[in-house]
């Protein structure tokens, strides 16, 4: 039995989690190209992407109240049935506004669904596994990553948008399939029943708070990462553009550049399985950040498609080792039961210097050669890797590093 429980469930876990990933790589794409051919307009497109931060804006200051109070196996069910039932509809809908409230839908469900997913995670998969189980899920994403446009590019191959999209709804029933056979981890369902009032929000905060307080080194290590994130997303914002009118790749080149990319991605996240357990997870914030920067500095510096792809593959291989290492650190050093609203609270501060991130960068991008903006984010990336370095390295932190220790509130 307890054979069956080690790896029954996580391979469930991960099955589902990684359907989830394919069919949102596979509606990416399909829900760009639709929006495009209803409207003709560029920025109804770049609206698309404007609606997930204000979600989190909206949704995450209370979400995570709820998912610590309710059962987490039920939330994620439910959550991707809405997400199937509202993808689904996306086709039928002639009114672009009528698409960007069912967008608001989906996205209020993955405002709840995320959050679970890593709180579940870790309550599920034990300490000494979770660097492991990390790893494994970093290449499942890596892998949706290579395949999920590939698979919508076959989709318009034969001329239908709308079989991709339904392809995704599909996805997220298969997973919520795989979630009905994942065990409860809430031994208790007593304060699903509780009713949440304004003040549990305002005492959930404080929670939130005091455990930052409390735990300031790991929040310092989550914030920094949350920067980081902020950067990249920012020059991420700029690639398209970057590429074609500052390097002056084609369009051939740059769709090559993504693919090569998810080549690194694949490959870091396989090599980081049969590795993980030899490097510590010091080790593998500190090399998986640090070379992550070091790819962004040199896609910000290249002039020819050679150079953009050499930083786009080593950024690409060492996300798996950055991304391992931190969920590791993250799920051994907050409180499984705060978890949800510590990721939704943080969540909610993201979002909202994430968007007024984005506008100052898009208006630098007009004052200023874009040149020197990515090659300003690619420093500050380098620079606050290599403060995190620091962070990581202190020996008497090194409890927070172990895989048997959990800083409790």
């Known amino acids: 039995m307890k054979k069956l429980i080690k790896w029954k469930f996580p391979a469930l876990l991960l099955t589902g989690l990684g359907l989830s990933s394919l069919g949102d790589f596979i509606y990416l794409v399909a829900i760009n190209l639709l929006v495009l051919k209803m409207t003709g307009s560029a920025a109804a497109v770049a609206a698309l992407w404007v609606v997930g931060p204000i979600t989190s804006i909206l949704v995450n200051g209370w979400s995570g109240s709820i998912i610590d109070r309710s059962n987490k196996k039920k939330i994620m069910i439910i959550t991707d049935i809405v997400r199937a039932i509202a993808v689904a509809i996306i086709p039928l809908l002639p009114s672009i506004w009528m698409i960007y409230a069912l967008l608001f839908i989906i996205s209020v469900a993955k405002s709840f669904f995320n959050p679970t997913s890593t709180t579940y995670i870790t309550a599920l998969i034990p300490k000494d596994q979770r660097k ?7 290449l499942v994403s890596s892998g949706a990553f290579i395949t999920g446009p590939a698979i919508a590019g076959m989709f318009f191959m034969i001329g239908s948008l709308e079989i991709a999209i339904y392809s995704n709804a599909i996805s997220f029933v298969i997973s919520a399939i795989l979630i009905v056979f994942l065990p ?3 031994s208790k369902e007593k304060h699903s029943a509780e009713k949440l009032q304004f003040k549990n929000l305002q005492e959930d905060w404080r929670v ?9 080194y790991v929040m310092m290590i989550y914030s920094s990462f949350i920067i980081f994130d902020i950067f990249t997303m920012a020059m991420d914002s700029q690639e398209v553009v970057f590429t074609q009118r500052v390097i002056g790749l084609t369009e051939v080149e740059y769709s090559f550049l993504i ?3 998810g080549i690194g991605y694949a490959a870091g996240g396989l090599l980081v399985i049969f590795i993980s357990r030899f490097l510590s997870v010091r ?4 090399i998986g950040l640090f070379m992550l920067a070091a790819g962004y500095l040199i896609y910000s510096l290249s002039s020819s498609f050679a150079m953009a792809a050499t930083g786009f593959i080593i950024l690409g291989f060492f996300f798996a080792f950055s991304n391992t290492g931190f969920n590791t650190f993250y799920q051994n050093n907050v409180p499984v039961e705060i978890m949800g609203r510590v990721t939704s609270i943080v969540s909610v501060l993201q979002s909202a210097v994430s968007v007024i991130f984005l506008l100052f960068i898009g208006i630098m991008g007009d004052i200023l050669p874009l040149r020197y903006t990515i090659v300003t984010l690619s420093v500050i990336s380098v620079v606050l890797a290599v403060f995190v370095i620091v962070l990581v390295s202190q020996p008497t932190k090194k409890v927070y590093f172990t895989e048997e220790k959990v800083v409790e509130v």
Do not use: C, E
């Not at 080790?283 to 500190?286: D, P, S, Y």
């Open 132 to 138: 492991t189980f990390n790893s494994i899920r970093s």
């Open 259 to 261: 693919s090569v990319t």
């Open 208 to 216: 939130v708070i005091r455990f930052g307080k409390k735990a300031a």
């Open 283 to 286: 080790a593998l914030i500190g």
């Open 184 to 186: 409860n981890i809430d």
